[in-house]
C-alpha cells in the first residue's frame, strides 16, 4: 500500500533562505508525483508536476526533483519570501490511477 | 472560466443531523473526486465520480456517506447522521479526462468546512 511521508512537518525560515522540502513514497511504481501549496482556508494550487520518466520540474523560484528508485522527491524553493508561507503537499496517484495520495504536508513560514 | 466551486464553505450541523456538499466541476470536466482532511491528518480519497456514474469509492465510510454526480447539476456528498468525527474539511477536485490519463492532474475547489457541535 502506498505511503507518503513529508519531512519536516513544520519550517520556519528568515526571508531569502533557500530551502529544501522532503517527500517519500513507499513504492516506487508511481504514474508522476505533484507537489501543491495550501493556504489557510484555501483549496490546493498544483505548483509542479513531474512525470514518472523525468528527474525534475522548474517553475521560477521553485525546483522539484524525482528520484523514483529512492522514492523520493524534493521542493526546492530559492530566495524565499512571506508570500511562500502556506503548507506544502506532496501527492502520487494511486495504483489504479483514479485518485491521489498525500502526504501531510509541510507548513512553511518565512519571516520578513 | 470558473474554476471548481463548492458550497457551503462552512457548514455546522448538530448530531444527527445531514449534511450535504455541493461541488461544481470547472467547465468542460466531467470527472470529479471527493477528498476529506481530518485534523492533522493529510488529505484522503474518498470517492470518484464520472458523470451519473461512481467509478472507486474505495475510500467511503461504508455507513452513512453517499456520494452522486448527476447527469445535470453539480455533484453532491451526503453525510447521514453526522457525528463529531464528521468535522473536517471536504475538497472536491475535478479533471477533464480520466486520471488514469497519463499527464492528468486535477483542479481543486476551495473546500467545505463542517463542524459538527
Known amino acids: 500500500k502506498q505511503e507518503v511521508t513529508q519531512i519536516p512537518a513544520a519550517l520556519s525560515v528568515p526571508e531569502g533562505e533557500n530551502l529544501v522540502l522532503n517527500c517519500s513514497f513507499t513504492d516506487s511504481a508511481i504514474y508522476n508525483l505533484q507537489w501543491f501549496r495550501q493556504d489557510p482556508g484555501k483549496g490546493l494550487t498544483s505548483l509542479l508536476l513531474?512525470?514518472?520518466?523525468?528527474r525534475e520540474q522548474t517553475s521560477g523560484r521553485l525546483n522539484a526533483s524525482l528520484d523514483k528508485s529512492s522514492g523520493r522527491s524534493t521542493l526546492y524553493i530559492a530566495a524565499s519570501q512571506p508570500g511562500d508561507s502556506a503548507t506544502y503537499l506532496c501527492?502520487?496517484?494511486?495504483?489504479?490511477?483514479?485518485?491521489?495520495?498525500f502526504g501531510k504536508g509541510t507548513t512553511l513560514s518565512v519571516s520578513s | 472560466n470558473a474554476g471548481v466551486m463548492q458550497n457551503p464553505r462552512h457548514l455546522v450541523r448538530r448530531r444527527g443531523q445531514e449534511a450535504r456538499l455541493r461541488c461544481s466541476p470547472m467547465k468542460g470536466h466531467s470527472h470529479v473526486y471527493w477528498y476529506r482532511q481530518l485534523p492533522e491528518e493529510g488529505l484522503k480519497f474518498m470517492v470518484y465520480l464520472q458523470k451519473e456514474n461512481i467509478i472507486d469509492e474505495s475510500g467511503m465510510p461504508k455507513e452513512r456517506f453517499s456520494a452522486e454526480f448527476p447527469k445535470e447539476g453539480p455533484s453532491i456528498l451526503r453525510i447521514q447522521q453526522v457525528v463529531r468525527g464528521d468535522s473536517a474539511a471536504y475538497f472536491c477536485?475535478?479533471?477533464?479526462?480520466?486520471?488514469?490519463?497519463?499527464?492528468?492532474?486535477?483542479?481543486f475547489g476551495p473546500g467545505t468546512r463542517l463542524l459538527v457541535l
Open positions: 513531474i512525470q514518472s520518466s523525468q
Open positions: 501527492a502520487v496517484k494511486n495504483q489504479a490511477g483514479t485518485a491521489l495520495i
Open positions: 477536485a475535478s479533471s477533464p479526462r480520466s486520471m488514469g490519463a497519463y499527464q492528468e492532474t486535477q483542479y
